[in-house]
């Protein structure tokens, strides 16, 4: 993280660099990007901008004079790549990762100041003396977790490695590893040539969401009272219905459908199941 700039709009951005080098979260990682992988974050987040969903953009992409060593299809031909760095901004760069590690490893104090710096600086309508602020912010990402997922299928859009270290709590694309768009409708279709198990295929993206809005849960319950508990888990169980409403509302868009007809969802799921036959 480089800092924080306001433009002139008013408007907050955190800026990273990614392929810079080695930080404490590099585990055995060189902390390098490859020039191929940049190109495609700085373009894929610029249009995703574009398409009007939620996510991180690019500001620069500089090449760099290091050589970086990658095994690009995970088969042991390792190969020396042009590094490259790219200079990224968000909101926030706060993911569901960043409340799970100091949940797991017992710092409830510092979770909970983290928390209400989080909702102070990017969940206005919440206030941060409220006595329920983090079931509020719960409903909040369970909502527009929802929302973002239901984006990107509306647009064919997977994200190669959607764990909760790549999930931001802002709700935004954030991370372009493995990435990919379909170009016919194939609910398997997988990006990552690493995911054997097809964890994260494009079908499955709406429930690996739902298993990464659990794991926050399960952060957050330290800090919640027996009923807050009970009411989160009410509001998770409703991920699913949340998720499908606005994925019917994206279709029935490009379909141009208006009002309500029982038919609408039958015929979305028939025109989906015609382009798989196709």
Same mark, same amino acid.
């Given at each position: 993280?480089?800092?924080?700039?306001?433009?002139?709009?008013?408007?907050?951005?955190?800026?990273?660099?990614?392929?810079?080098?080695?930080?404490?979260?590099?585990?055995?990682?060189?902390?390098?990007?490859?020039?191929?992988?940049?190109?495609?974050?700085?373009?894929?987040?610029?249009?995703?901008?574009?398409?009007?969903?939620?996510?991180?953009?690019?500001?620069?992409?500089?090449?760099?004079?290091? *050589?970086?060593?990658?095994?690009?299809?995970?088969?042991?031909?390792?190969?020396?790549?042009?590094?490259?760095?790219?200079?990224?901004?968000?909101?926030?760069?706060?993911?569901?990762?960043?409340?799970?590690?100091?949940?797991?490893?017992?710092?409830?104090?510092?979770?909970?100041?983290?928390? *209400?710096?989080?909702?102070?600086?990017?969940?206005?309508?919440?206030?941060?003396?409220?006595?329920?602020?983090?079931?509020?912010?719960?409903?909040?990402?369970?909502?527009?977790?929802?929302?973002?997922?239901?984006?990107?299928?509306?647009?064919?859009?997977?994200?190669?490695?959607?764990?909760?270290?790549?999930?931001?709590?802002?709700?935004?694309?954030?991370?372009?590893?493995?990435?990919?768009?379909?170009?016919?409708?194939?609910?398997?279709?997988?990006?990552?040539?690493?995911?054997?198990?097809?964890?994260?295929?494009?079908?499955?993206?709406?429930?690996?969401?739902?298993?990464?809005?659990? !794991?926050?849960?399960?952060?957050?319950?330290?800090?919640?009272?027996?009923?807050?508990?009970?009411?989160?888990?009410?509001?998770?169980?409703?991920?699913?219905?949340?998720?499908?409403?606005?994925?019917?509302?994206?279709? !029935?868009? !490009?379909?141009?459908?208006?009002?309500?007809?029982? *038919? *609408?969802?039958?015929?979305?799921?028939?025109?989906?199941?015609?382009?798989?036959?196709?």
């Amino acid at each position: 993280l480089v800092g924080v700039y306001t433009n002139r709009h008013g408007e907050r951005w955190e800026l990273q660099l990614k392929g810079s080098g080695k930080t404490p979260y590099s585990r055995n990682g060189d902390g390098r990007a490859v020039l191929r992988s940049s190109v495609r974050e700085f373009l894929c987040s610029e249009a995703m901008h574009y398409l009007g969903i939620p996510t991180s953009r690019a500001a620069s992409l500089v090449v760099s004079d290091d *050589d970086v060593w990658r095994d690009q299809f995970y088969n042991g031909n390792i190969k020396k790549e042009r590094g490259a760095i790219v200079l990224r901004l968000a909101k926030s760069w706060f993911r569901i990762g960043s409340l799970e590690i100091l949940a797991h490893s017992g710092e409830l104090d510092l979770q909970r100041r983290l928390l *209400d710096f989080i909702i102070q600086e990017h969940f206005p309508s919440i206030a941060v003396n409220d006595s329920n602020r983090y079931l509020e912010f719960f409903s909040t990402v369970v909502s527009e977790t929802a929302n973002l997922i239901a984006l990107w299928m509306s647009v064919g859009f997977a994200h190669g490695v959607c764990n909760t270290d790549n999930f931001s709590l802002l709700s935004i694309t954030i991370d372009y590893g493995p990435f990919g768009f379909m170009d016919s409708y194939d609910p398997n279709f997988v990006p990552n040539t690493s995911d054997d198990e097809r964890r994260y295929k494009i079908g499955n993206q709406a429930n690996v969401g739902l298993f990464n809005l659990s !794991k926050l849960l399960q952060a957050l319950k330290p800090l919640l009272d027996p009923r807050q508990k009970q009411l989160a888990s009410q509001i998770l169980e409703g991920y699913g219905e949340r998720y499908y409403i606005r994925f019917t509302e994206l279709f !029935k868009t !490009k379909l141009g459908l208006l009002g309500e007809n029982e *038919d *609408d969802n039958y015929l979305i799921a028939f025109l989906l199941k015609v382009s798989l036959l196709c």
